[in-house]
């Protein structure tokens, strides 16, 4: 029974699968939203604004910011928890693809969000006259606690480490 309630358990790691996939389509659907704001932003390039076109910009890197995390959130995720990918030696492979365990994936994930939430509050300074004080504030409070709550992780897990 012990056998049985131990291999079902190891074997119930599989329903991971179907969610990492589901990654992958959240990737499909943020590729296409890539795409539809540079379908609206190259015909009106010359009639934008410098704050305008670099608003855009921004907004365009932090769906790039935001695609790297889901996939290495996807492939490690997959790779430490479900199964290792068999990728052939001919092909290219992620130089990260084995080495990042879940500690360190969770740094990542914090890093990268820290680097999306600069990206944010950089596009809410430049547009900061049509945004209330106290709303700016709130913007660099919740920055300022994904700052300090990655610190104190990548902190923790130096120490655990040592």
Request: no cysteine; aromatic share 10%.
């Amino acid at each position: 029974m012990e056998r049985f309630l131990e291999n079902t358990m190891y074997a119930s790691r599989w329903l991971l699968a179907p969610i990492y996939l589901g990654l992958s389509l959240a990737l499909l659907a943020l590729t296409l939203k890539f795409f539809q704001e540079l379908y609206h932003l190259v015909p009106h390039i010359f009639e934008q604004s410098e704050a305008d076109l670099i608003l855009v910009l921004l907004s365009m890197i932090d769906m790039a910011l935001v695609g790297g995390l889901l996939v290495m959130v996807m492939i490690s995720g997959y790779e430490n928890f479900v199964s290792q990918l068999d990728i052939d030696e001919d092909k290219e492979k992620l130089e990260w693809l084995g080495k990042m365990d879940s500690g360190s994936l969770k740094l990542k994930v914090a890093a990268s969000i820290v680097a999306i939430s600069s990206i944010h509050l950089l596009r809410m300074f430049m547009d900061a006259q049509q945004i209330a004080n106290d709303k700016l504030l709130w913007y660099v409070i919740i920055h300022m606690t994904f700052v300090v709550s990655a610190f104190a992780m990548g902190y923790l897990d130096k120490l655990t480490r040592h």
